[in-house]
T-cell receptor
Framework: DGGITQSPKYLFRKEGQNVTLSCEQN?????MYWYRQDPGQGLRLIYY???????QKGDIAEGYSVSREKKESFPLTVTSAQKNPTAFYLC???????????FGSGTRLTVV | GDSVTQMEGPVTLSEEAFLTINCTYT??????LFWYVQYPGEGLQLLLK?????DKGSNKGFEATYRKETTSFHLEKGSVQVSDSAVYFC??????????FGDGTTLTVKP
């Protein structure tokens, strides 16, 4: 079955470390997105990509970086510059804006 | 700028009660509108959508009608179940590469 796979499900980061969250889709979708969700809050857009080798900053891109070298993959790196990275991170993809998104099951990142 | 305003939660209902979660938006152009549902510890799932004025989206007993004149897309269900307990998000997309999410409304259904 087609879908989006995020890994790992839980991730622990020490202060000053960079960590990379994986997002892979086999839906043949062109567009991919990264969102951050904090407890009791809505989703905030970090980065998005509408085509391979191209991506745009979202509303809260500072302290994060992405790459889109393959259509299927859109990894997110949380750098040490992100001062408050503890959150639930959601990856999504879509074939076009008007069809809605397919979401992964999320990665919960905790700073220890 | 563009925004989505959802009814604040939490909403607590008894099983078999009628559900309405209000959603209004401000946007330029002709957006598509969506409701997503998020169960605890999971990602979001698309519940229903409407792509033009007067369209009605429906799924699993939930319905929402795209009202352009009132810029609204209220979610309704005639008889909720305990399994409907979740967070519901109202979302709109324009053809501009990203979506605007409401803040989410938490629904708890008690037996």
């Amino acid at each position: 079955d087609g879908g989006i796979t995020q890994s790992p499900k839980y991730l622990f980061r020490k202060e000053g470390q960079n960590v990379t969250l994986s997002c892979e889709q086999n839906l043949n979708h062109d567009a991919m997105y990264w969102y951050r969700q904090d407890p009791g809050q809505g989703l905030r857009l970090i980065y998005y990509s509408q085509i391979v080798n191209d991506f745009q900053k979202g509303d809260i891109a500072e302290g994060y970086s992405v790459s889109r070298e393959k259509k299927e993959s859109f990894p997110l790196t949380v750098t040490s510059a992100q001062k408050n990275p503890t959150a639930f991170y959601l990856c999504a993809s879509s074939i076009a804006d008007l069809y809605g998104y397919t979401f992964g099951s999320g990665t919960r990142l905790t700073v220890v | 700028g563009d925004s989505v305003t959802q009814m604040e939660g939490p909403v607590t209902l008894s099983e078999e009660a009628f559900l309405t979660i209000n959603c209004t938006y401000t946007a330029t152009g002709y957006p598509s509108l969506f409701w997503y549902v998020q169960y605890p510890g999971e990602g979001l799932q698309l519940l229903l959508k409407a792509t033009k004025a007067d369209d009605k989206g429906s799924n699993k007993g939930f319905e929402a009608t795209y009202r352009k004149e009132t810029t609204s897309f209220h979610l309704e269900k005639g008889s909720v179940q305990v399994s409907d307990s979740a967070v519901y998000f109202c979302v709109y997309n324009t053809n501009a590469g990203k979506s605007t999410f409401g803040d989410g409304t938490t629904l708890t259904v008690k037996p």
